[in-house]
């Protein structure tokens, strides 16, 4: 079946870095959606790629759908302690209408 | 902000006993999900649900799981016979439309369910 990973699993980064979260698909995506989910919480929907290749920015977060459609990407520039949480990237395939989760990146931000 | 509440956030029961989590999904929302997350694991989907059935379900959806809408507003799973593996946060979702929603999925606080 359809499997999503990430990486890296865990990322402890200074505040004012950058971070990257990675996620690849070992099928072919129609979308891809990223989530944020802090500690203690859930999941919180942040954004939808939908076309090859797609780039959205959300202030100091990008996201990035590859071309082929099986991987993606999330990149949050100077980080800063609110950002801290887990990271998932979910992606459905074609002829289904559910996601299935990527394992997930845990970001912890030291100040 | 509409929000998708689930009820009750924790509830602990015996091995074997039957559990029925409640979820109300956001009211003009179509597409309703349950999802699960074993602590620190990450979020597995169990269950879709459009138009009064089941639309999808994973090889964890088995027999002990069902779902039901039994009324306009609510949206339940029900565990029959609970086991310790069943142990975990129990996400409901729900969703204006399917494939590219535009909004993606609202997801409601959880209820961790703990089996003894």
């Known amino acids: 079946g359809q499997q999503v990973m990430q990486i890296p699993q865990y990322q402890h980064v200074q505040e004012g870095e950058d971070f990257t979260t990675y996620c690849n698909s070992s099928?072919?995506?129609?979308?891809i959606q990223w989530y944020k989910q802090r500690p203690g919480g859930h999941p919180v929907f942040l954004i939808q790629l939908v076309k090859s290749g797609e780039v959205k920015k959300q202030k100091r977060l990008t996201f990035q759908f590859g071309e082929a459609k099986k991987n993606s990407s999330l990149h949050i520039t100077a980080t800063q302690t609110t950002d801290v949480g887990t990271y998932f990237c979910?992606?459905?395939?074609?002829?289904?209408?559910?996601?299935?989760f990527g394992t997930g990146t845990r970001l912890k931000v030291l100040a | 902000e509409p929000e998708v509440t689930q009820t009750p956030s924790h509830q602990v029961t015996q091995m074997g006993q039957e559990v029925i989590l409640r979820c109300v999904p956001i009211s003009n929302h179509l597409y309703f999900y349950w999802y699960r997350q074993i602590l620190g694991q990450k979020v597995e989907f169990l269950v879709s649900f459009y138009n009064n059935e089941i639309s999808e379900k994973s090889e964890i959806f088995d027999d002990q799981f069902s779902v039901e809408r039994p009324d306009g507003s609510n949206f339940t799973l029900k565990i029959r016979s609970t086991k310790l593996e069943d142990s975990a946060m129990y996400f409901c979702a729900s969703s204006a439309q399917t494939g590219p929603a535009p909004g993606g999925y609202t997801f409601g606080s959880g209820t961790r369910l703990t089996v003894v």
């Open positions: 979910a992606g459905r395939g074609s002829g289904t209408y559910k996601y299935i």
């Open positions: 099928t072919t995506l129609s979308n």
